[in-house]
């Protein structure tokens, strides 16, 4: 069994900085890409950033130069550095990662998400 648990979000005003984490945890062999994604009500979930195992990354145009994707391999832990963040930016953020399992199934797992609300 795999789990990722998201931490980080929260109420924050325009112009703050939020950094999300998710860790990863259980009968784990190997994570190869990790990510981070948001969902608002009645649109459908959205690439925000993801990073590969070497740290390769990528981003959504309208997250560039305000969010970072890191990952810290021997944590088995993805971190979302988010600043300049705007009202646009509320939404519930999940990450989710490519991890084969120690009976070497490799799948996609998703965290259960953490709000973030841009306000004043």
């Known amino acids: 069994q795999v789990q990722l648990a998201e931490s980080g979000g929260g109420l924050v005003q325009p112009g703050g900085s939020l950094r999300l984490s998710c860790a990863a945890s259980g009968s784990i062999f190997s994570i190869n890409a990790m990510g981070w994604n948001c969902q608002t009500p009645g649109k459908a979930r959205e690439l925000v950033a993801s990073i590969t195992y070497g740290g390769s990354t990528d981003y959504a145009d309208s997250v560039k130069g305000r969010f970072t994707i890191s990952r810290d391999n021997a944590k088995n832990t993805v971190y979302l550095q988010m600043n300049s963040l705007k009202p646009d930016d509320t939404a519930v953020y999940y990450c989710?990662?490519?991890?084969?399992?120690?009976?070497?199934?490799?799948?996609?797992?998703w965290g259960k998400g953490t709000a973030v609300t841009v306000s004043s």
């Open positions: 989710n990662a490519l991890i084969m399992d120690r009976r070497g199934q490799l799948s996609t797992y």
